[in-house]
């Protein structure tokens, strides 16, 4: 398996808050690092990361994040992300 | 018609579950699903595939009639984990049912008695219907049983091994003394394993291996299906007692007074 | 109205009156359970007695070896405020009423000691004023100080009262329904506590619930049709075993015999039907502890030992203080058939090929 370190700059909106956006946060995602720009939020990863958002599920650290949260949930720098789907299981 | 197989307060008259992994292809996989006639279908949790979209298993099997999906904690090496997947598997699944697999080695799968124990008691405190894959023991029963899991879920032989009914004489023990559904996970591999089950006094079975990798999965589906069938009515029938003769040895009881 | 988990499976009633073949193929069958349990109580069983007690003989051996475990029951008190109608010690009996003090139950506890036995069973009557719950808590804790077990056969306590009497040593109950037919037990018990048939009957449950090791249970043989308690006894002792399946759970056979004040059993049990009871029980309970007392004779009790009966007590003295010879009697509660001292029962074992066991459990990490 490919380690992706995935930058993804070229993919936000021109900043809003463009001092901030400058720096971009660290996050650990699926085991693997990863930067967003900004402010992120649940909702902004799985878009950047091209998630089925009914067919996901999303724990921050040691927390599940339900899906009625996530366009409001704030990432910080550092978290711990995993981001999972159904899969076939015995 | 044989009667209904109660786990956590519902009903479900098939006594075979199913597992969905292994398979060659989804669309292989959701027809054994279906000629299975099984109610309870495992699923797994996997982190999102970032490279290409993942097979939907999710949505075709949700389409079929009658299924309720009970995601495993599998890939969990120990309680904390396995929690943490369970709140996952119910987010996905909304389903109030978790298979509690927890086995930190990776070759045999054996699962790890201590962390199964710690995360069940969490999980049944979460609200979870808890069934947990656990070695054939008949004192580990009892603890599982005692905080309020809803099943127990001994193996017959290792995950995937084939071997069948080897924890036979310690099923025994579990089902003389079982307040809760006692269902064979893990072991299987011939349709007449999973009927000696059933006619043991199991309340079910769960099979995924030996049909994933059978020449003909959806055949021996059905073949299952028509197993654990008979082995409940079987059960329910009331077999006949194999008869040893009697050897004749000395009088026990001439000294019974009339 | 009796629980769900005491009442028989209609097959199981029906299994009562199974023929010889029936019978047959229930003691073949691998893994018994209650309708085959049923079957060899039938009378048609007895055809297969010897087959029956061949299989019941083996099972025992298989798990308790080829021992027998002894203990000496020590009656403290036959003080009782209780009407059963059945019992030498109930209140309308006449007899001398006898409660031992301190010293005397320390005296007569030493010389049970001093005869080798590592297990006593401490008696009493029903709750009073001068035995009640204090008096058996300072007995048990005299007991601990000298036996491995000490078990209680007393009134039906509370579970705050058997968590106390665990914490004091004793390691288990004996408690009888006496008889699981609530019309029966309504007119046998005529007065006092007893009166209560429900909170008898989870009185083991209780006792296990709050620390005590082992439960005793048992029915008196001869109050109500004898098989269809011994369905409902296997019943109790299922549910006991699932329930609490760290306890140990016992069963006895006590039968009605004749006592001073003679009561005579509606349903009178012969030695056949007590046989046939005690080896249906083995077959279908290969590990469960089966007791037999002094009540029944001597060529009875050794027939049975290892036959299904692996726990048997000896030298029973029925009367309050009797171990020491002490000059002034008290009735009995039933009359002792087995008179033998230990070491001529211990002979009768031995030739046998029987090993009797005093001890075969220390509380050291207590």
């Given amino acids: ?90 | 018609m044989t009667a209904p197989f109660t786990l956590g307060g519902h009903e479900f008259a098939s006594r075979l579950m199913l597992g969905t992994g292994k398979f060659s292809a989804a669309a292989v996989m959701l027809n054994a699903v279906k000629a299975s006639g099984a109610q309870l279908v495992t699923v797994a949790l996997r982190r999102i595939n970032r490279e290409r979209r993942d097979d939907d298993i999710l949505g075709p099997l949700a389409e079929l009639p009658g299924i309720t999906l009970v995601p495993n904690t599998s890939g969990a090496m120990n309680a904390k984990e396995a929690f943490k997947a369970a709140l996952l598997g119910r987010e996905l699944s909304r389903s109030p049912f978790v298979k509690l697999e927890i086995h930190p080695n990776p070759h045999h799968l054996l699962p790890d008695p201590i962390e199964t124990y710690e995360a069940a008691r969490l999980l049944v405190k979460e609200g979870f219907i808890v069934l947990p894959y656990m070695q054939a023991d008949p004192v580990l029963a009892k603890r599982l049983a005692d905080i309020g899991c809803a099943a127990v879920m001994p193996l017959g032989a290792a995950i995937g091994s084939g071997r069948g009914l080897a924890t036979l004489e310690m099923l025994k023990y579990i089902l003389r003394e079982s307040t809760v559904p006692v269902i064979v996970d893990a072991g299987l591999r011939a349709p007449s394993e999973a009927a000696a089950a059933l006619e043991l006094g199991c309340d079910a079975v769960l099979v995924n291996s030996a049909i994933a990798a059978a020449g003909d999965p959806v055949a021996m589906a059905r073949a299952f299906a028509s197993a654990v069938r008979a082995g409940r009515e079987a059960r329910e029938a009331g077999l006949m007692a194999a008869r040893d003769a009697a050897a004749p040895t000395s009088p026990l009881t001439s000294f019974l007074q009339s | 109205m009796l629980p769900d988990w005491l009442e028989p499976p209609p097959e199981a009633l029906a299994g009562l009156n199974a023929s010889e073949e029936e019978a047959g193929a229930a003691l073949a069958c691998e893994a018994p359970g209650i309708r085959q349990f049923a079957a060899l109580l039938s009378p048609r069983a007895d055809a297969l007695l010897e087959t029956v007690a061949q299989r019941a003989r083996d099972a025992t051996a298989r798990h308790f070896g080829k021992t027998i475990a002894l203990y000496a029951p020590l009656y403290l008190s036959n003080l009782c405020g209780s009407g059963c109608a059945y019992c030498g010690f109930a209140s309308d009996r006449r007899q001398a009423r006898r409660t031992l003090g301190a010293a005397q139950i320390d005296a007569e506890l030493d010389a049970l000691a001093a005869k080798g036995f590592e297990e006593v069973l401490l008696l009493t009557g029903e709750r009073t004023a001068r035995a009640g719950f204090d008096y058996v808590l300072d007995a048990v804790a005299r007991a601990a100080a000298r036996f491995h077990l000490v078990t209680v056969e007393s009134f039906a306590m509370t579970a705050e009262e058997y968590g106390a009497l665990a914490r004091a040593g004793c390691t288990g109950i004996t408690l009888y329904q006496e008889t699981y037919d609530p019309e029966v037990y309504a007119a046998v018990h005529r007065w006092g506590p007893k009166r209560d048939y429900r909170f008898r009957l989870e009185t083991p449950a209780r006792a296990l619930a709050a620390g005590m090791r082992t439960a005793g249970l048992g029915v008196l043989l001869g109050l109500a049709e004898p098989r269809r308690d011994a369905l409902r006894l296997f019943r109790h002792v299922e549910h006991l075993r699932r329930r609490y399946w760290q306890g140990g759970i016992a069963v006895s056979f006590p039968r009605i015999r004749p006592q001073r004040g003679g009561f005579t059993p509606p349903h009178p049990v012969d030695e056949k039907l007590l046989a046939r009871i005690i080896l249906a029980f083995r077959i279908a309970w290969p590990d469960l502890p089966l007791t037999l007392s002094t009540r029944e004779r001597a060529e009875f009790r050794d027939g049975m030992a290892g036959l299904g009966i692996s726990r048997m007590s000896i030298e029973s003295r029925t009367t309050v203080g009797g171990y020491r010879g002490g000059a002034e009697e008290s009735g009995g509660q039933f009359e002792v058939c087995d008179q033998r001292d230990l070491r001529g029962f211990c002979a009768a074992l031995e030739a046998k090929g029987l090993q009797p066991v005093f001890k075969n459990w220390d509380a050291v990490y207590r």
């Fill in chain 1, 1 to 90: 398996m490919s380690l992706t370190v995935c930058s993804l700059n070229a993919l936000a909106a021109p900043a809003q808050g463009a001092a901030r956006a400058t720096r971009p946060m660290h996050l650990t995602v699926n085991g693997e690092p990863m930067e967003l720009p900004g402010a992120p939020t649940v909702g902004a990863l799985l878009d950047a990361l091209g998630a089925d958002r009914a067919r996901s599920a999303v724990l921050v650290g040691d927390d599940v994040v339900r899906a009625s949260a996530w366009d409001a949930h704030a990432l910080a720098e550092g978290d711990r992300i995993e981001v999972v789907t159904l899969a076939g299981g015995g």
